[in-house]
Nanobody, 126 residues
Framework: QLQLVESGGGLVQSGGSLRLSCVAS????????IGWFRQAPGKEREGVSVISVSGGSTDYADSVKGRFTISRDNAKNTVWLQMISLKPEDTAVYYC???????????????????WGQGTQVTVSS
């Protein structure tokens, strides 16, 4: 069964840090670009970051640039999202998603992705 599982979410104070993990089971991430998305209550799911198959290319939403860092280890079938200087507006359910092959300027569109995890809640208190 093909599955992506996120973990690492939780409750943190404003200015704090969290590291989210996305682990694949049932398939290898070697052929997939991986995106992180988030969805706050009453809002649409938005792209946060993406990383290429090799890990050599990344992109970020303007709202998280300089605060979030995406990375991957294909040998561990894992992608991480390191989040620092968290703000209350970062509160959301965070999802990872896998997209076969590379990514382009439309990386933040949810329709681009083939597999999704169930999400992990991140709550930032003020």
């Amino acid at each position: 069964q093909l599955q992506l599982v996120e973990s690492g979410g939780g409750l943190v104070q404003s200015g704090g840090s969290l590291r989210l993990s996305c682990v694949a089971s049932g398939f290898s991430l070697h052929d997939f670009a991986i995106g992180w998305f988030r969805q706050a209550p009453g809002k649409e799911r938005e792209g946060v970051s993406v990383i290429s198959v090799s890990g050599g290319s990344t992109d970020y939403a303007d709202s998280v640039k300089g605060r979030f860092t995406i990375s991957r280890d294909n040998a561990k079938n894992t992608v991480w999202l390191q989040m620092i200087s968290l703000k209350p507006e970062d509160t959301a359910v965070y999802y990872c998603a896998a997209k076969m092959g590379g990514y382009g300027r439309t990386w933040s569109r949810t329709s681009e992705y083939d597999y999704w995890g169930q999400g992990t809640q991140v709550t930032v208190s003020s």
